[in-house]
């Protein structure tokens, strides 16, 4: 599909960015990561989690009182080979890179370290904390819960979040292999951009409470946050089609979440005060980094996986199919095709960020203004 909107600058809009983030209280360093992060996904193409989400999810949040611009990190307690932080409700984003900091040379020392991060907020990509860990020669496992917005198999209710569960796996090819994806069958943010570019939500992937697919994207995200529409787990509706198997796999990262660090799970999270009013989200996260070196060794490990990828896309296709991806090729293309070009930016996003400008009375100039 020919790309229609018009392209800005990663330095421009990463500077834009931190000066924002600035402007509502994170410091520079901080704000740096976070925007970092946010483009992180625009760069792998996965634009649910990038520029979409920069006003609503962290700008307003802070606005609001349910995100702190300011994180301080505790940390709870810390082994040799394990640490748990306590973020106190501040950015998950600047939280997260502390403990994957941690937990990196933890495993250059010992092979393997996890971790658990409590009250904490929305991370950004998961596959951003897994990256680290992939750039240092590792393999990096993470997943956090979030606001319940998934019906357990057989249910209508949401009771855990989209609760991705993350690899990324290092190889002897220029893009590792990289699964970063929900275990619900769509997440909150592609249902959010499917509103902004006036789309319906496909059918199959969303229920109401009488169990029947709902579509239009603007009222499932209405009737989800007054707890009238989930998401389904991967696998869909019911047994039939494997439902179960996406219902049992965010299940066990609602617990690795949660339990790990003995935080809040499931409604405790929604963000919502029983009388209507928002409080902080305190959600969880863990993380695990394991070191091929403390096995056969990295290069070993990377030219197996390589080889086990290459004959997977190499694979027998299905007809009319013209190829067969790995997990990550897909967003390493979009970065191949986007790194010059610079971020894509819809309409409105574009208006956010006049408006962000303004209000804050920044200096800067976007090439969808002329």
């Keep these: 599909m020919t790309e229609t909107r018009p392209y800005v600058d990663w330095k421009l809009v990463n500077d834009f960015m931190i000066d924002v983030f600035e402007a509502y209280g994170v410091p520079r360093e901080d704000a740096a990561i976070c925007a970092d992060v946010l483009l992180e996904s625009d760069r792998r193409g996965i634009e649910s989690h990038g520029c979409n989400r920069f006003k609503p999810i962290y700008l307003d949040r802070i606005k609001l009182g349910t995100l702190k611009p300011v994180t301080e990190i505790e940390i709870v307690k810390e082994t040799p080979t394990t640490v748990v932080i306590d973020a106190h409700d501040g950015m998950g984003m600047v939280a997260s890179h502390k403990m994957m900091t941690m937990l990196i040379e933890k495993a250059r020392t010992y092979g393997l370290a996890g971790g658990a991060i409590m009250n904490s907020t929305h991370y950004g990509i998961a596959g951003y904390w897994t990256g680290m860990a992939e750039k240092a020669g590792m393999i990096g496992i993470s997943g956090t819960n979030a606001r319940p917005s998934v019906a357990p198999t057989f249910g209508v209710e949401p009771m855990m979040g989209t609760n991705p569960l993350t690899w990324t796996i290092p190889t002897d090819e220029p893009f590792p292999f990289n699964f970063d994806c929900a275990t619900s069958t769509i997440q909150n943010g592609k249902i959010e951009f499917y509103e902004r570019m006036g789309k319906d939500t496909p059918a199959g992937l969303v229920v109401n409470r009488e169990g029947e697919t709902m ?105 009319g199919q013209d190829r067969i991806y790995t997990a990550g090729e897909k967003e390493y293309e979009a970065w191949l095709e986007r790194k010059d070009k610079g971020v894509p930016v819809g309409e409105s996003i574009q208006k956010e960020f006049i408006q962000l400008r303004d209000e804050l009375g920044l200096d800067y100039h976007f090439p969808f203004e002329d």
Excluded at 256 to 277: H, I, R
Excluded at 301 to 312: N, S, V, Y
Aim: charged content about 20%.
């Design 215 to 319: 579509t239009e994207s603007g009222k499932i995200l209405k009737d989800m946050r007054r707890g009238q529409a989930a998401l389904l787990p991967l696998g869909g509706l019911g047994e039939e089609t494997g439902g179960y198997k996406g219902y049992g796999f965010t299940t066990i990262v609602e617990i690795m979440s949660s339990a790990l660090c003995g935080g809040p799970f499931m409604k405790a999270l929604n963000g919502v005060n029983e009388d209507g009013s928002p409080k902080l989200y305190h959600l969880g996260h863990f993380f695990f980094v394991i070191n091929p070196e403390f096995f056969m060794g990295l290069e070993t490990f990377k030219k197996t996986a390589g080889e086990i990828c290459r004959a997977l896309r190499a694979s027998a296709k299905a007809p």
